[in-house]
C-alpha cells in the first residue's frame, strides 16, 4: 500500500528514509546478532546508540555544556509532575495560560503550590499569545512556565516571555527541533517525542545544571526527580530504547540535512505555503492571529460543519490523512511537523483549491 500524508498531531509523521532504515536493522543491528529491541540497555551497543543520540541532539540545539539531557518516560505530562516537584522552592509558579497543554500543567502544579496566572489568551479561545513583554511576575516565583507551541490551538512564541529574572520552564512537545533556539534563555526545556521527533515513549529533557537539585522541598519519590536520572545518565531503569534508537536516526538525518537553520526555511516554506492559501481563499480561514502563528499546527475552518466534514472525507479519499480539528476546536488542523515533506503540504494546498472551486460551483 502506498503511504498517505498524515497530518496527525501525534504521534505523527516520521522521515521515510528513518523507517526505511530501522526495518533493514529490524532484525539484525550491525554486528550485534540481534535487534535493538532485544538488546541489554547495559550492553556497549545500546550505550553507542544513546551516547550518539545525546551528542548529535547536543550539536542540532547548541546545548551549552552546563545542561543535562535526559530521555525519559512518562510522556511530556510527567514533567507536569517533574518540574514542580524538583523546582519548587516557595511553592508558586507563575504561568501563561495559552491552551489545554497549560491548563493541564496548572492543575499539576497546583497540588503542590500555588499558580498564579500571569497572562491568557483564554478571551478569544486562545488564539493567539499575550503580550509577555511586562509581566506581573511575582518577587517570589520558584519560575514561569510556558508551552511553547500550542499543538491543539496552533499558537507559537515568536519572542519569549521577558522572565525577570526568574526561570523559563517550557514545553517543546510540538515544536522541538523545527528551528534553532538559544538553550540558555531557558532553564528547564522537556518534549514528548512523538509530535516531532520519534516514536511515543520517549521525552526529552534538558535542564541546566544548576536545578537538578538534591534538597527539594517535598518528598519526592526517587523516579521522580531529575538527579536520578542525571546521575545514572538516563539509565537508572530500563529507558525505552528502540524510541532513543529512532531518535538517533532522526538526530543524524536533521545534521545531515543541514541543521535547524536549514530545517526553519523549509518549515517556513511549508507553512507559509498553506497560511497565503487560507488568508487569500474565500471558503478557509485560519483560526490564528497572524503574529502568533504555529509552524507546525494549522487550525483552519470553513465555518460550515457539514462542508468541513464533507472536506475531511474527500481528503482522506485521495490520501490527506488526520485533518479533523481537535474535538475542542472543531474544523481541520494540519499539523506539518519536520517529516512532513513540501509536497505533502502543495498536495493539501491543491486539494483545498480544488474542494473550494468545486463547492462554489455547487452553490
Ligand atoms: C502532546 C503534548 C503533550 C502531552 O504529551 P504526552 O507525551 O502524551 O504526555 C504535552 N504538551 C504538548 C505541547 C503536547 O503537544
Not at 14 to 41: F, I, Q, R, T, W
Not at 210 to 234: C, G, I, N, Q, W
Not at 260 to 277: F, G, P, S, V
Amino acid at each position: 500500500m502506498k503511504r498517505v500524508y498524515n497530518f496527525s498531531a501525534g504521534p505523527a509523521v516520521l522521515p521515510e528514509a528513518v523507517l526505511s532504515e530501522a526495518a533493514n536493522e529490524m532484525v539484525c543491528y550491525k554486528d550485534s546478532g540481534m535487534s535493538v529491541m532485544e538488546m541489554s540497555h547495559r550492553s556497549s551497543s545500546f550505550q553507542a546508540i544513546i551516547d550518539e543520540a545525546t551528542a548529535d541532539l547536543k550539536e542540532l540545539l547548541n546545548v551549552p555544556d552546563n545542561y543535562k539531557i535526559l530521555f525519559l518516560q512518562g510522556g511530556a505530562s510527567m514533567q507536569f509532575n517533574m518540574v514542580p516537584f524538583n523546582l519548587m522552592k516557595n511553592k508558586k509558579v507563575d504561568l501563561i495560560q495559552t491552551g489545554q497543554w497549560t491548563k493541564k500543567a496548572t492543575k499539576e502544579a497546583a497540588i503542590l503550590g500555588d499558580v498564579k496566572i500571569l497572562a491568557s489568551s483564554e478571551d478569544k479561545t486562545f488564539s493567539y499569545i499575550p503580550d509577555c513583554s511586562d509581566l506581573p511576575i511575582r518577587e517570589d516565583a520558584d519560575y514561569v512556565y510556558i508551552c511553547e507551541n500550542n499543538t491543539i490551538y496552533g499558537t507559537k512564541y515568536h519572542e519569549l516571555p521577558n522572565t525577570k529574572g526568574k526561570d523559563l520552564v517550557a514545553d517543546l512537545s510540538s515544536c522541538i527541533l523545527s528551528e534553532p533556539i538559544d538553550v540558555s534563555r531557558y532553564g528547564v526545556i522537556f518534549a514528548g517525542a512523538q509530535k516531532n521527533v520519534g516514536p511515543a515513549g520517549v521525552t526529552i529533557v534538558i535542564i541546566r545544571e544548576d536545578l537538578v537539585r538534591e534538597d527539594l522541598a517535598f518528598d519526592v519519590p526517587t523516579m521522580l526527580r531529575y538527579k536520578t536520572h542525571v546521575d545514572a545518565k538516563s539509565l537508572f531503569n530500563t529507558p525505552p530504547c528502540y524510541a532513543i534508537y529512532i531518535c538517533g536516526k532522526v538526530f543524524k538525518k536533521l545534521k545531515a540535512e543541514g541543521g535547524l537553520a536549514k530545517r526553519k526555511e523549509i518549515n517556513e516554506q511549508k507553512a507559509n505555503m498553506l497560511y497565503d492559501y487560507l488568508d487569500n481563499s474565500e471558503m478557509f480561514r485560519s483560526t490564528v492571529e497572524p503574529g502568533s502563528r504555529s509552524l507546525m499546527n494549522i487550525p483552519f475552518v470553513i465555518g460550515d460543519e457539514a462542508l468541513e466534514k464533507k472536506f475531511i472525507a474527500e481528503a482522506t479519499a485521495r490520501g490527506l490523512v488526520n485533518l479533523k480539528g481537535h474535538r475542542t476546536v472543531g474544523g481541520m488542523r494540519a499539523s506539518i511537523y519536520n517529516a512532513m515533506p513540501v509536497e505533502g503540504v502543495a498536495a493539501l494546498v491543491d486539494f483545498m483549491k480544488e474542494f473550494e472551486a468545486k463547492e462554489k460551483k455547487n452553490v
